[in-house]
């Protein structure tokens, strides 16, 4: 194995399991990892949507993100950790099942999506990091919150 030389961007990534799938979200874009205490449910919301809970006097949109990406729920209970994003001037959090350490991984590593990945994965995925016989899938925040504008198309 050949040592990373200076000109190897390394990108650094949250990791979480969530249906027992490795994800990683960009660290710059995390702002904080939390435990999951009480969310209020919205009515009518649809089933991606936990409801919304008190984050230190910010009110934040609680995502599970298994049902989100159509992953097998655990026991129909709620995530217990979550994952602080903003976007825009709102702020989500995206209920996993266990958070992981950040890795820095090398961007050259990154492979595209593979042609077998689940459809609904692949279309918020910016690509794979194969892993010690593991798949670390890159989610794209972005491209997670905008399911719901498709969803109503």
């Not at 690509?127 to 109503?152: H, K, P, S, T």
């Amino acid at each position: 194995m050949t040592a990373m030389n200076d000109n190897t961007k390394l990108a650094e990534y949250v990791t979480f399991t969530t249906a027992g799938q490795l994800f990683g979200l960009p660290i710059e874009r995390v702002q904080d990892v939390f435990k999951i205490s009480h969310v209020t449910r919205v009515p009518l919301a649809g089933a991606e949507i936990a409801g919304v809970l008190n984050l230190r006097g910010r009110i934040v949109t609680a995502i599970n993100l298994g049902n989100r990406l159509d992953l097998e729920s655990r026991s129909g209970a709620l995530p217990p950790m979550a994952i602080g994003i903003e976007s825009g001037a709102e702020s989500f959090g995206f209920l996993v099942d266990a958070v992981g350490e950040v890795l820095k991984l090398a961007e050259s590593e990154r492979e595209t999506i593979p042609i077998n990945l689940d459809r609904k994965l692949a279309r918020v995925s910016a690509g794979v990091f194969r892993l010690d016989g593991q798949l670390l899938v890159a989610l794209d925040i972005d491209r997670i919150l905008d399911l719901g504008v498709e969803a109503a198309a």
